[in-house]
T-cell receptor, first 119, second 116 residues
Framework: GAVVSQHPSWVICKSGTSVKIECRSL??????MFWYRQFPKQSLMLMAT?????????EQGVEKDKFLINHASLTLSTLTVTSAHPEDSSFYIC???????????????FGPGTRLTVL | GENVEQHPSTLSVQEGDSAVIKCTYS??????FPWYKQELGKRPQLIID?????GEKKDQRIAVTLNKTAKHFSLHITETQPEDSAVYFC???????????????FGTGTQLKVEL
């Protein structure tokens, strides 16, 4: 259980184009998903919190008009990198929060990541 | 916001030895501390976690200790094996429903290498 998928696993695009990445929780519903970016040999940096049915909450310094997030259902969140540039090249990882109930600890389960290369 | 520091950045041990990775956090409201193992190009995998109402937790060769007063927690791996080689991240969060709850702040990572 607790499987999270991402699509695509890798993508190469030209500078100026937009790229959409999908994050799906396959066997549980997730009202909250998170999007992270990870540069080579660095840690995971939270970009935004995706909330089903409402606007995403972006971390300081993350441009919401450049990184569009849509959480249209309880199992799907999408991240669209608009007008991508080479500096946006990175490993993008999503996670889905599994609700453990009142007495448990909610746990984040990570997707396999999407390697974005912008030429 | 929360700030998590992690040491060391690299750690080499001989197979069979123990490995210890330490983290400190800044926000006293944090009450959940997971550890993740990440192999190159793969997703982070949760290996153990601890909540603030517990001081120690063990799962076979892996253990985590938490000192709330000092705001630091540590990962202990005993009898290390070559397959333990990976990058390990600590993280901290608090499990609130709103206001940034459940947001993980990650440490900078430790590259563990287990040598034969």
């Amino acid at each position: 259980g607790a499987v999270v998928s991402q699509h695509p696993s890798w993508v190469i695009c030209k500078s100026g184009t937009s790229v959409k990445i999908e994050c799906r929780s396959l066997d549980f519903q997730a009202t909250t998903m998170f999007w992270y970016r990870q540069f080579p040999k660095q840690s995971l940096m939270l970009m935004a919190t995706s909330n089903e049915g409402s606007k995403a909450t972006y971390e300081q310094g993350v441009e919401k008009d450049k990184f569009l997030i849509n959480h249209a259902s309880l199992t799907l969140s999408t991240l669209t990198v608009t007008s991508a540039h080479p500096e946006d090249s990175s490993f993008y990882i999503c996670s889905a929060l599994m609700d453990a109930g009142v007495f448990g600890t909610d746990t984040q389960y990570f997707g396999p990541g999407t390697r974005l290369t912008v030429l | 916001g929360e700030n998590v520091e992690q040491h060391p950045s690299t750690l080499s041990v001989q197979e069979g030895d123990s490995a210890v990775i330490k983290c400190t956090y800044s926000d006293s409201a944090s009450n959940y501390f997971p550890w993740y193992k990440q192999e190159l190009g793969k997703r982070p995998q949760l290996i153990i976690d601890i909540r603030s109402n517990v001081g120690e937790k063990k799962d076979q060769r892996i253990a985590v200790t938490l000192n709330k007063t000092a705001k630091h927690f540590s990962l202990h791996i005993t009898e290390t094996q070559p397959e333990d080689s990976a990058v390990y991240f600590c993280a901290a969060s608090w499990d609130g429903v709103t206001g940034g709850g459940n947001k993980l702040t990650f440490g900078t990572g430790t590259q563990l290498k287990v040598e034969l």
